[in-house]
């Protein structure tokens, strides 16, 4: 039985099950049988419909959906993430106040605890940063 995934199309998601899907055709498996969207709502309703049997998202936003739609009822998180990477604030760069701001607000935030609590509250305390630092993407 060949399982499928969903997300919008062009996305990181889109290449990462591409790519685990040939890890399971080279383990002697099926591979994933991927079908993509154009918005992230389109893909849901098809999970829900029962078009498609699994989705693919940030795992801040799987969080929230099994958190809130329909009550909690509508999604749940399977297995643990995978490739998974810090969010970020992007800021023009000519907006040093902006941004020396932001990371302070930030700072404060993690110090106090305040920051973690919110992240636990949604079930994203997982993706936490333990400091506020500047320009550490890649």
Request: hydrophobic share 40%; proline share 3%.
């Given at each position: 039985m060949r399982k499928e995934g969903r997300r919008a199309a062009?996305?990181?998601?889109?290449e990462v099950a591409k790519a685990r899907s040939k890890e399971c055709?080279?383990?002697?498996?099926?591979?994933?049988s991927i079908e993509s969207f154009p918005t992230d709502a389109e893909a849901q309703t098809r999970v829900r419909a029962g078009g498609a049997v699994?989705?693919?998202?940030?795992y801040p936003v799987a969080a929230y959906l099994a958190l809130k739609a329909d009550g909690g009822n509508a999604f749940e998180i399977v297995g643990?993430?995978?490739e998974a990477g810090p969010?970020?604030?992007?800021?023009a760069k000519?907006?040093?106040a902006l941004r020396d701001a932001l990371r302070a607000a930030l700072a404060a935030i993690i110090e106090d605890g305040s920051y973690r609590k919110a992240l636990d509250k949604w079930g994203a305390g997982t993706g936490a940063v333990?400091?506020?630092d500047v320009n550490t993407g890649s």
């Open positions: 062009g996305t990181t998601f889109e055709e080279a383990a002697g498996k099926p591979g994933i699994a989705g693919v998202n940030d643990n993430q995978i969010f970020g604030i992007a800021v000519d907006r040093t333990a400091s506020a």
